[in-house]
């Protein structure tokens, strides 16, 4: 049985998964064709999530899935930019956050990490340059942001000025502010993930934003993944098959801030917004969070600086723009 995930593009994701669904580790070969699959769609962050999971009875899935529901709800009380509850809307407003959960530190660790992977180009703290542009163009203007506003926003922005450990999150400077959007999702569905490995799945698909696929698939040679060549295409740049790995695909104009379509969502965080040289961009890594944030990065490389990140168990598929 094979299944097609396929949802509308929204906010830089846009993959076309195709996957032949696998059946749990603990079930014998001969009981493959005839496992159950149980099926899930929910929310995350605001985009559409949905699991495939095999080889769980009715009442196994449920009280599963109520599981995967109370563990989403958990992480966006955390990571959710749109809740003036959350812990990353406070720590925004206040410039600092006591005493951290455990998973706020741990996805603070992983940016700093791809931060300096990616020679500062994934940098959340451009969240005030971002609001800087989404306000100028909400009203329907179609000018450039004015230097001395670009200016302002810019000296804001610098991951650098943020300093965290276990007694908590601080910002160097007044008006700093992070948005998690380009990872969030990613470390979601990789929590996810666990919590599934840890009931005993061993092939599953999850779509939570970002794909994680788990174990080969049925035939046992992974599950098969189409990588969008853009959101202005139908065509697709690759197709893979993946065993217990993510991908995660990123576009500047997967969303646009102004009328004309010109100014991008992914923003510089030296420069603010700036044309990117690929219509799409797909990295294929052993966790999501990872394949997430790389994406992101990757849209603002120079061609010839985007092989420097394969490697380690990363792989990099850019279609040029």
Partial sequence: MATLLDRPVGRRRFIRVSAALAAAAL??????????????????????ASIELVGADAHLAATTFAEVEAEIARLEALFSLYRSDSALSRLNVAGRLDAPEADVLRLLALVR?????T???FDPTVQPLFA???????GGRTDALPAAVLADRLALVGFGGVDFDEAGVRFARPGMALTLNGVAQGYITDRVAD???????????????????????????GWKVGLSAGPDSDALAATLRLTDRAVATSA??????????????ILHPRQGAVASAFSAVSVVAPEAALADALSTAVVLMPPAEV??????GVEVYATPA
Wanted: proline fraction near 4%; glycine fraction near 20%; avoid cysteine.
């Fill in 252 to 265: 500047m104009r997967g969303t646009v801030l102004d009328p004309a379509g010109r100014v991008g969502h």
């Fill in 132 to 138: 800087a542009y989404a306000a100028h163009y909400a």
């Fill in 27 to 48: 079930l014998p070969a001969a009981g493959l064709a005839a496992a159950p699959v149980r099926r899930w769609s929910g929310q995350a962050l605001g985009a559409h």
């Fill in 119 to 121: 020679g500062g180009l």
């Fill in 113 to 117: 990490s791809v931060h300096d992977r």
């Fill in 307 to 312: 092989a420097t990140l394969n490697g380690g």
């Fill in 195 to 221: 919590l599934l490995k840890a009931r005993g799945f061993a092939d599953v698909l999850l779509d939570i934003g970002e794909i994680r696929a788990l174990g080969g698939g049925r035939d046992g040679d």
